[in-house]
């Protein structure tokens, strides 16, 4: 199984900016996208945006204009770059590695996951 690791959490004040982290430690299978999820507390996981291997983005409406995804493939690190962020993006962001043709917004189609990390915005 592919090995991802998160990094870039932490507490921020609402309209502030923080820029996660996904470096791919180990990869066993192609991947044909990474995705990025988040899960507030008591909520399902919810798709936040992916990135192809062809490098195309996208967000979901939620965090359009705030949310932006990208890659160095030099340093195996995808990122998500998050700015004015609210209270309602507070949650474990997790960044995730799938392969195929398969639907990259259902973490169901993923098959590797990093280990989370936690956001928390303060108004």
């Known amino acids: 199984q592919a090995q991802l690791a998160e990094s870039g959490g932490g507490r921020v004040q609402a309209g502030g900016s923080l820029r996660l982290s996904c470096m791919i430690l180990?990869?066993?299978?192609?991947?044909?996208?990474m995705g990025w999820f988040r899960q507030a507390s008591g909520k399902e996981r919810e798709f936040v945006g992916r990135?192809?291997?062809?490098?195309?983005?996208y967000v979901v409406e939620s965090v359009k204009g705030r949310f932006t995804i990208s890659r160095d493939n030099a340093k195996n690190t995808m990122y998500l770059q998050m700015n004015d962020l609210q209270p309602e993006d507070t949650a474990v962001y997790y960044c995730?590695?799938?392969?195929?043709?398969?639907?990259?917004?259902?973490?169901?189609?993923?098959?590797?996951w990093g280990q989370g990390t936690q956001v928390t915005v303060s108004s």
């Open positions: 180990r990869r066993t299978f192609d991947i044909s996208a």
């Open positions: 995730g590695a799938k392969r195929g043709i398969s639907s990259s917004d259902t973490p169901e189609n993923y098959e590797a």
């Open positions: 990135i192809t291997t062809s490098g195309h983005t």
